[in-house]
């Protein structure tokens, strides 16, 4: 089981996304702490982080295995994630 954090920028993106979303993103972020890697996660080039696709919206996230610890980078739109 993994602990998940959850960056302050993050929360932020949250609070900014529709509620319809919002409890699905939070749902498969929760769902992140007994599988880090679910079927459809990428991981992103040029840097140390992967992504889930929740409807329109990405979440991009770390993890640290040894220490089994998700961090949770950012949330955003599909059009705006990976600025």
Known sequence: MY???????????????????????????????????PPGVKKLKGEEAYRI???DYRVIYSIEDVIKVIEVQRIRHRKEAYK
């Not at 920028?9 to 409890?23: H, M, R, V």
């Not at 699905?24 to 769902?31: F, N, S, T």
């Open 53 to 55: 696709r929740v409807a």
């Open 3 to 37: 602990r998940i954090e959850v960056k302050r920028s993050a929360q932020k993106e949250l609070l900014q996304i529709p509620q319809l979303y919002k409890t699905r993103i939070i749902e498969a972020i929760d769902a992140l702490a007994e599988e880090p890697r």
